[in-house]
């Protein structure tokens, strides 16, 4: 069993007495090891969730839990220890070096000069910047996506469990938004923490993330998987954050893997491992085949059929 790295238990924030909460009774659990994307319009309150794990606001009512235990028993300089946090417009020291910058929490620490520029290379490297070329420069002879980079390799300068992420890829292009989303997978398959990350972008939650919270005016209204949530939007706004082209990107969620069954697939094309069934999708499409082989992680080989295919989306095949 893993256990829970943050829990929210009817949490709320009142900036003012006259206006509504900015985070009205939320309830929240986020596992070790799982990823979670808080999603909603503007001003609906995910900056404000996100601080409060951190105490950079603090609850009007409620408590958070950080491993279980309550954060404002916490050690602030302990609890900050165990949160990377990425905040929401990079916020790099402009007059600091990269390595500088990635090495803040290190220095409070006391880490010794040889373990900092270890560290910062190691860090540099897990982000694709390239340390001998990077270490030096200053931020804002960057790039957006460079230092949105940067930002990510400082909030895990001392490999905390937990990472807050509020909106890192936010104002980039959509190449240089898919190559760090791609980072953030393949520095969870390897790291296996916390996340919790605030975006606008459903499909960057739907990619990214194991659950997807949705948020609308302070309140939690939907918390499920993405697939769950493409199948059965719970309210028509959660439908519109959706948006267009829902059953695609269930398909896309989707591994090929998990949908086959018998039938005879004797000279079918294969689907490369790890396929989902928007690749099969595309596939059938292309070959016209009513069945396509797939390979498991294990090497066996299985069989996926276009009645199968159209029966995950409650349609039917053609
Ligand atoms: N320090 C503050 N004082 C007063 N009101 C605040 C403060 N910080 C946030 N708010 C208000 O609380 C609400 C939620 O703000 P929050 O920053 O959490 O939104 P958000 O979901 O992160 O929005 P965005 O997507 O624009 O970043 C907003 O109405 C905002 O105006
Ligand atoms: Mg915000």
């Not at 010794?112 to 270490?135: C, G, N, W, Y």
């Not at 937990?162 to 997978?185: C, H, K, V, W, Y």
């Not at 194991?210 to 309140?219: E, L, S, T």
Request: glycine fraction near 8%.
């Amino acid at each position: 069993m893993t256990g829970i790295a943050i829990e929210f238990q009817s949490v709320s924030k009142s900036f003012s007495a006259k206006l509504r909460p900015a985070v009205d009774q939320i309830d929240l659990k986020v596992h070790q090891g799982e990823t979670v994307a808080l999603i909603g319009a503007s001003g609906c309150g995910k900056t404000t969730t996100l601080k409060m794990i951190n105490r950079l606001i603090e609850p009007t009512a409620g408590a958070i839990l950080v491993n279980g235990k309550d954060v404002r028993s916490l050690p602030l300089l302990e609890l900050r220890r165990s949160l990377g946090y990425v905040i929401q417009h990079v916020g790099l020291f402009p007059h600091m070096t990269v390595a500088a910058n990635i090495a803040i929490v290190p220095r409070l620490l006391g880490w010794d000069q040889e373990r900092i520029h270890r560290r910062v290379d190691e860090l540099l490297e897990l982000v694709h910047l390239p340390p001998a070329e990077f270490r030096d420069r200053r931020p804002f002879d960057l790039s957006g996506g460079q230092q949105q980079r940067v930002g990510v390799a400082r909030a895990l300068a001392v490999d905390p469990p937990i990472l807050l992420m509020d909106e890192p890829f936010g104002a980039l292009d959509p190449i240089t938004r898919a190559s760090l989303q791609n980072e953030i997978l393949e520095i969870q398959r390897k790291l296996r923490k916390a996340i919790v990350i605030v975006t606008h972008d459903m499909e960057e939650a739907v990619r990214l993330a194991d659950r997807v919270v949705v948020m609308q005016a302070g309140k939690i209204v939907m918390d499920a998987s993405p697939t769950e949530m493409l199948l059965h939007p719970s309210t028509p706004f959660v439908a519109s954050l959706l948006g267009e082209g829902r059953m695609i990107k269930l398909l896309q969620t989707l591994k090929a893997v998990d949908h086959t069954g018998p039938g005879s697939c004797e000279g079918a094309r294969e689907l490369p491992q790890g396929a989902s069934l928007y690749d099969a999708l595309n596939l059938f499409l292309e070959t016209g085949a009513p069945a396509l082989a797939v390979r498991g992680a294990d090497g066996g080989g299985s069989c996926l059929s276009r009645e199968r295919l159209f029966e995950v989306t409650g349609g039917k095949a053609a």
